[in-house]
């Protein structure tokens, strides 16, 4: 046991792998709050450094956007959800509100396990449906961002306080071996998370949770549509400037964790939607050079005036070639969900009975 902090009526208790099987039946089971800090949880480490070393040496440099998620990280993203210009939080948040009922109806009384939970705000909308059908409900997130994972779970555990709520600290693949122990269960990935995938990363991803899903499991799947360019290029440059904010951080990240010694006021926030691609490019402009050092390998990288460095990108879908595709992973459509401006779609998704014959048909 590592760290232990107060709740409310319930304790928070971070461990590591060994204790945690044997936890996850018991908080399920018996009651109760805890976390898991999984192998690819953040904290001292060299996963961040080896991530930043070597995405500085590619050409175009690029970063991986989950260091985006630390503790300030995930904070200032809680912020960009508030800002007029970001419609898709308060998009989903609207869809999730009107269909909640109707989703519990359709999977029953499964386990909810959200991948990317962050603060688990939205979520809420599920919990309540859940509790209004039974009187308990079971509660997986998982977060790469510790602080945000110990403060959602604290959060959730003293509004229901029948919930049983395990929070996962990791990233997604780390849930995956779980959830045929808690199957019947229902995966939510909301807020268009899946859009910061790369399509290759996103095939492996869906592919990897068809497969470790049981037949008949649900997966939730939240969708940014693709709209008018405007629109979607206003909501990653809102003028209070929240998202340029964001872009920082992960600089002042490195400045914080690795000893890069950058002088963030040279670092830009670009964001510029690609129509071809449906795609937000997000970039960190160098406004002039600047030595990035990595204390931890001994490494420097020498980023020149004007560079760019890609820091994440933001995907917008067509429902007419989203949904077919998850299909092809072994998934069929229940139901879509959208708002009354079709921006935002919820997709609830069940596995098939078997994943034989879907893989034959995307080949
Ligand atoms: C959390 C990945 C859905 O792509 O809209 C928002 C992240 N970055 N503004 C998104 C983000 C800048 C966000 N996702």
Redesign the pocket.
Known sequence: MLDQAQGNSLDIVIMDGSEASLFLRDTLTIGGTAILRGETADGPGLGFALSVASGLSMCPRQLE?RY?YDRQGSAI?DR??EQPE?Y?TRTEAGILADNACRIREITGPVTLVEL?S?YSLKTDHLLRAWLACAPSVRYIPVDVSEAALCEACRIICNLHLSARVLGVNGDYREAFPMLREVSPVMVVFL???I??FEPEDESRFLAELASSLSPGDFFLLGV?LVKEQLIIES??NDVAGV?AD??RNLFARMNRELGSDIDLSVVEHV?RYNPLRDQ?D?HARFARKQIVRVESLGKSFAIAEGEMVLT???RKYHLEACVPSLEGFGFETEAVFTDERNWFALILLKRTDSLSESRERRT
């Open positions: 956007s985006l993203f960009i959800t970001y898709l990317g962050g807020g268009s998370t859009g910061n940014d909501a990653y998202t964001f872009t964001a937000v997000i994440e990108i933001s």
